[in-house]
């Protein structure tokens, strides 16, 4: 059983839940301006008031779990990045400040919708950003980071920034549809229409731009016999894609959210498919950035026991609060 590989799985996962699950609610910060004063704020917020802080556990399991599992991708990683982290942990502290006092300092609620606003934006554009700056590479000599303090800021990484950003935006507004109705859920509708070919626009374009980073993604998708693997992921993408305007022009609530779930699955798919078995791209793979066994087989015993723990109260707070929300709060 190689430890290593197994450690990779579960860092993944936890970004991967974190992506779709605080996705949502970040998207429904991005989109916040666009909704009317009154009602249709109050009801977007109320929809994830119960969930959106739990959602952030997934970050630290991802984070805390690539510090102790690959100490020396984190060593290397952390230092090339560390001006879009910073920015993205300072943005969901002021956006979670934000989140509190609009309820209870009504006097100022316009300044923190605009913080509320602020802080998911620029959450999710680090996040891009972050991405982006990963799958270009960073210069690594003699096992540390040995770039710029800039060198996280490329076209493709903000390319990548604004992709997250729009996708952020669909996931909020498919996750409105399902969990309003009324005029809320009316403008959600149609805030999808325009999310939905955005987002796989921005898909299309991050994915061909990725190609020209390097001679390794070019091969890793298109030579033979990876293409006959590899082409599956595309191909899945524009199944889900013709499904989700099917469920958007027949009216179906939930389907949009669950197939733009679906959508992001096979993102992150790719990415594993463009990085693996590099943590960071071309320089360090997982076995060389794992920290010693014994090491891994303690941490394993913890996370065996936490990570179902909170998958269960997480899937316990999504059940209690199932079902729709209205204005006053109430599912």
Not at 47 to 69: I, K, M, R, Y
Not at 194 to 218: D, H, R
Not at 252 to 261: G, K, T
């Amino acid at each position: 059983m190689d430890l290593t590989i197994i450690w990779a799985f579960i860092i993944a996962f936890g970004v991967f839940a974190y992506v779709v699950m605080d996705g949502f609610d970040l998207g429904i910060g991005i989109l916040f301006p666009v909704f009317g004063v009154g009602e249709e704020r109050d009801t977007a917020m109320n929809s994830v008031a119960p969930v959106w802080d739990g959602n952030e556990t997934w970050l630290v399991l991802g984070g805390g779990g690539l510090f102790a599992a690959f100490p020396l991708a984190y060593a290397i990683v952390m230092p090339a990045l560390y001006p879009p982290i910073i920015a993205m942990l300072l943005a969901l502290v002021f956006r979670g400040v934000a989140f509190e006092f609009r309820w209870r300092d009504p006097g100022h609620r316009a300044f923190w919708d605009v913080a509320f606003t602020g802080g998911s934006f620029l959450a999710a554009f680090a996040q891009g950003i972050t991405l982006g700056a990963l799958l270009q590479g960073v210069t690594v000599i003699d096992r540390a980071y040995a770039g710029g303090w800039l060198d996280w800021l490329t076209p493709f990484s903000l390319l990548t920034g604004v992709s997250v950003v729009i996708g952020y935006a669909l996931l909020g507004a498919t996750w409105l549809i399902m969990k309003t109705e009324g005029a809320p859920q009316a403008h959600a509708w149609r805030l999808a229409w325009y999310l939905g070919p955005a987002t796989l626009l921005a898909i299309v374009a991050v994915s061909f731009a990725t190609l020209f980073l390097g001679a390794s993604y070019e091969q890793r998708w298109l030579d033979m016999p990876n293409v006959l693997f590899t082409a599956q992921v595309p191909l899945l993408v524009a199944i889900a894609s013709v499904v989700f305007f099917i469920a958007m022009r027949r009216k179906w609530e939930r389907a949009p959210f669950l197939i733009a779930l679906f959508i992001f699955l096979l993102c992150f798919i790719g990415l594993g498919i463009s990085m693996f078995p590099y943590v960071v791209p071309s320089t360090v793979t997982i076995w060389d950035a794992a920290a010693p066994e014994k090491s891994q087989i303690f941490m394993l015993v913890g996370a065996g026991l936490m990570v179902p723990l909170i998958l269960a109260y997480t899937a316990w707070s999504y059940w209690v609060f199932r079902g729709k929300v209205g204005h006053e709060g109430y599912h």
